[in-house]
């Protein structure tokens, strides 16, 4: 019989301190809770007293499996708001108020959860959640300002529906989405998310161009949009203004980014380029479309008519080709290449021949087909330089191959001033 090799031991599970601040989105935090706990997360909430009048301590620790903590003086001999934040690997609250992110810039100690923020060591993030007028002020303007330059993470609010009929920016972000910002923090370990990219405006293209035949037939592709997202969320925790074109993609929306519609290529072309002016780092994740047909019939093709002899195709404007003849000094312009090689040529002798014909500063390669690249939660990609240079990124999240992308565009920038 064959010997059973000793066990490692149990894989010690990341800590998570959710911090809950008194606000109507209080209960969307239950959802974030169990995204977290249900992809293998310790979490211990910590909720202000206010929070506790929306949702219960019984829930918080029915969900968490954990003790609630909810004052400074239960278990003083702990000192809990200290031994809380320094065993932490991420501090997420969840809203946070604009009386919470006060009290934190200001750093005061004065409940719980202010003081496991004062002593933490690890990245913290906030997802506020407050009525636009709230959130507008310059006085929370500013707290925000004053955190993200301390190195936290402030992920900008939804557009939309408020409490009662008002709408606007302050909606707390979808909590699949502030669960996946948070994974992506804790992903980095211990090379963490600096904010370098605070100042800049990142625009991302993900997705896949759709181009009709008829009003129910098109040219499509498999691109499922995770990748250009990850990139969008990456960007958006590094301090980035952020926006998303999204061609076709049936994802939540990027905690933080402005969001553009778009289906065909044409009109992700028109949206990038009245973007990319004033953008400081442009992306193009997005899989568009090559070819179109040459006709877009107004009714759908019925079969009673026989089927057509052939579908002449037309050309679609080459939107990568046009960015890099029309970039300002100084902007730094990422593409893609997703290949399959071919008999003649491998993947990365074609990318390479991408990238002499279109000289971004990065081209980020792919290899496709057979589940690669598309519709899969990983990838693995090989970054090629002007320079000549050759980086490959092994397989690993869409989260993590995001931030890699993004260490070498810091970089650029960094380079060009």
Same mark, same amino acid.
């Given at each position: 019989? $064959?010997?059973?090799?000793?066990?490692?031991? !149990?894989?010690?599970?990341? *800590?998570?301190?959710?911090?809950?601040?008194?606000?109507?989105?209080?209960?969307? $935090?239950?959802?974030?809770?169990?995204?977290?706990?249900?992809?293998?997360?310790?979490?211990?909430?910590?909720?202000?007293?206010?929070?506790?009048?929306?949702?219960?301590?019984? &829930?918080?620790?029915?969900?968490?499996?954990?003790?609630?903590? &909810?004052?400074?003086?239960?278990?003083?001999?702990?000192?809990?708001?200290?031994?809380?934040?320094?065993?932490?690997?991420?501090?997420?609250?969840?809203? =946070?108020?604009?009386?919470?992110?006060?009290?934190?810039?200001?750093?005061? $100690?004065?409940?719980?959860? +202010?003081?496991?923020?004062?002593?933490?060591?690890?990245?913290?993030?906030?997802?506020?959640?407050?009525?636009?007028?709230?959130?507008?002020?310059?006085?929370?303007?500013?707290?925000?300002?004053?955190?993200?330059?301390?190195?936290?993470?402030?992920?900008?609010?939804?557009?939309?529906?408020?409490?009662?009929?008002?709408?606007?920016?302050? *909606?707390?972000?979808?909590?699949?989405?502030?669960?996946?910002?948070? *994974?992506?923090?804790?992903?980095?370990?211990?090379?963490?998310?600096?904010?370098?990219?605070?100042?800049?405006?990142?625009?991302?293209?993900?997705?896949?161009?759709?181009?009709?035949?008829?009003?129910?037939?098109?040219?499509?592709?498999?691109?499922?949009?995770?990748?250009?997202?990850?990139?969008?969320?990456?960007?958006?925790?590094?301090?980035?203004?952020?926006?998303?074109?999204?061609?076709?993609?049936?994802?939540?929306?990027?905690?933080?980014?402005?969001?553009?519609?778009?289906?065909?290529?044409?009109?992700?072309?028109?949206?990038?380029?009245?973007?990319?002016?004033?953008?400081?780092?442009?992306?193009?994740? $997005?899989?568009?479309?090559?070819?179109?047909?040459?006709?877009?019939?107004?009714?759908?093709?019925?079969?009673?008519?026989?089927?057509?002899?052939?579908?002449?195709?037309?050309?679609? !404007?080459?939107?990568?080709?046009?960015?890099?003849?029309?970039?300002? !000094?100084?902007?730094?312009?990422?593409?893609?290449?997703?290949? &399959?090689?071919?008999?003649?040529?491998?993947?990365?002798?074609?990318?390479?021949?991408?990238? =002499?014909?279109?000289?971004?500063?990065?081209?980020?390669?792919?290899?496709?087909?057979?589940?690669?690249?598309?519709?899969?939660?990983?990838?693995? =990609?090989?970054?090629?330089?002007?320079?000549?240079?050759?980086?490959?990124?092994?397989? +690993?999240?869409?989260?993590?191959?995001?931030?890699?992308?993004?260490? *070498?565009?810091?970089?650029?920038?960094?380079?060009?001033?």
């Amino acid at each position: 019989m $064959a010997q059973v090799p000793p066990s490692a031991g !149990p894989v010690r599970r990341p *800590r998570v301190v959710l911090g809950v601040s008194g606000g109507i989105a209080s209960y969307k $935090a239950v959802e974030v809770l169990r995204q977290l706990t249900e992809t293998g997360h310790q979490v211990r909430v910590v909720p202000t007293a206010a929070a506790l009048r929306f949702v219960g301590e019984v &829930t918080w620790a029915a969900l968490s499996g954990q003790p609630v903590a &909810t004052d400074l003086f239960t278990d003083a001999e702990d000192v809990a708001h200290v031994r809380i934040g320094r065993e932490a690997d991420l501090v997420l609250v969840v809203p =946070a108020t604009a009386d919470l992110m006060a009290r934190a810039a200001a750093g005061r $100690a004065d409940d719980l959860l +202010t003081g496991t923020l004062l002593t933490a060591t690890c990245p913290v993030v906030f997802a506020p959640a407050m009525h636009t007028e709230m959130w507008l002020h310059p006085a929370t303007r500013a707290n925000v300002a004053l955190l993200r330059e301390r190195g936290a993470i402030v992920v900008e609010p939804a557009v939309g529906r408020l409490t009662g009929a008002d709408s606007g920016p302050g *909606r707390l972000p979808e909590p699949v989405e502030i669960a996946a910002v948070a *994974r992506a923090v804790l992903a980095r370990g211990s090379e963490g998310v600096r904010p370098d990219l605070a100042g800049r405006h990142v625009l991302v293209t993900a997705g896949g161009t759709r181009e009709y035949l008829d009003p129910v037939r098109f040219l499509g592709n498999a691109s499922s949009g995770r990748q250009g997202y990850a990139l969008a969320r990456a960007a958006v925790a590094r301090g980035a203004a952020v926006t998303l074109v999204a061609a076709n993609v049936a994802l939540p929306d990027v905690a933080g980014a402005a969001i553009l519609r778009v289906g065909s290529a044409a009109q992700l072309r028109a949206a990038v380029h009245e973007q990319a002016p004033a953008a400081d780092v442009v992306i193009m994740a $997005a899989a568009v479309a090559d070819f179109r047909p040459e006709t877009e019939h107004q009714y759908k093709i019925k079969k009673e008519s026989g089927a057509p002899e052939s579908i002449p195709l037309t050309r679609n !404007p080459d939107v990568l080709a046009e960015l890099v003849g029309s970039r300002r !000094p100084g902007q730094v312009l990422v593409g893609f290449a997703a290949e &399959t090689g071919g008999p003649d040529a491998g993947v990365l002798d074609l990318a390479r021949a991408k990238l =002499a014909r279109k000289p971004v500063d990065l081209l980020v390669v792919n290899q496709v087909g057979a589940g690669l690249g598309f519709e899969v939660e990983q990838n693995s =990609a090989v970054l090629l330089d002007r320079a000549g240079g050759t980086t490959e990124i092994p397989l +690993t999240s869409k989260d993590l191959l995001a931030h890699r992308v993004l260490d *070498r565009v810091a970089g650029l920038l960094g380079a060009s001033g």
